[in-house]
């Protein structure tokens, strides 16, 4: 499969704990994007890595969301004492740089009861 | 400055004919609006994309029309088929920037037989 990869493709947690969540982005692709969908809701941007490095995180909610791509492919959100509001769609796009196309993964479905 | 509104909210269109959706946007800084459709349970795909050095582009049964002066763009599908229905989502990018996308609202889209 070439695309993008996200898993678990659901996760469901109790309030407080701790999630991470991983995306695969397509091959050679340098550009690696988080965004969030509430239910009837377009995405909205979290995080953007260029490389290795966060270039961008002014989407992110709060302290308690935080990203990481160590080597520049893999990614990988992780969620701090998780709240219901952070009940959601979590989506990764990949694209070779910013000024190309993005393509999503699957998303994931996190339900925090 | 960072919104891009989108309408309807939800489309019905009989089997063959044109569907219409609108999106509108205030940051002259966007340079680059991709079209992308979801179905339930599945991550956006990229349907169509547009710069504004043209008007106008054309894939299949899908034209985005976009208007420079009046910051605004439309996709048109024609011929619209049962499978068409799907949830589309407008989007901008400052592609010079970071690219995120900043999306619309989303329209839903049922198209009967």
């Known amino acids: 499969g070439a695309g993008v990869s996200q898993t678990p493709s659901n996760k469901v947690t109790e309030k407080g704990k701790y999630v991470e969540l991983r995306c695969d982005p397509i091959?050679?692709?340098?550009?690696l994007y988080w965004y969030r969908q509430s239910l009837g809701q377009g995405p909205e941007f979290l995080i953007y890595?260029?490389?290795?490095?966060?270039?961008?995180d002014s989407g992110l909610p709060n302290d308690r969301f935080f990203a990481v791509r160590p080597e520049g492919s893999v990614s990988t959100l992780k969620i701090q004492r998780t709240e219901r509001g952070d009940s959601a769609v979590y989506l990764c796009?990949?694209?070779?740089?910013?000024?190309?196309?993005?393509?999503f993964g699957p998303g994931t479905r996190l339900t925090v009861l | 400055q960072q919104q891009v509104k989108q309408s309807p909210q939800s489309l019905i269109v009989q089997k063959g004919g044109i569907s219409i959706i609108n999106c509108a946007y205030e940051?002259?800084?966007?340079?680059?609006f991709p079209w992308y459709q979801q179905f339930p349970g599945k991550g956006p795909a990229l349907l169509i994309a547009?710069?504004?050095?043209?008007s106008e582009k054309k894939e299949g049964r899908f034209t985005i029309s976009f208007n420079k002066s009046a910051k605004q763009f439309s996709l048109h599908i024609m011929d619209s088929q049962p499978g068409d229905s799907a949830t589309y989502f407008c989007?901008?990018?400052?592609?010079?920037?970071?690219?995120?996308?900043?999306f619309g609202q989303g329209t839903t889209l049922q198209v009967k037989p």
């Open positions: 989007a901008a990018s400052d592609s010079s920037n970071t690219g995120k996308l900043i």
């Open positions: 940051n002259t800084a966007f340079d680059y």
């Open positions: 796009a990949s694209s070779l740089d910013r000024r190309r196309e993005q393509f």
């Open positions: 890595f260029q490389g290795t490095g966060a270039a961008d």
């Open positions: 547009i710069r504004p050095d043209v």
């Open positions: 091959s050679g692709h340098t550009a």
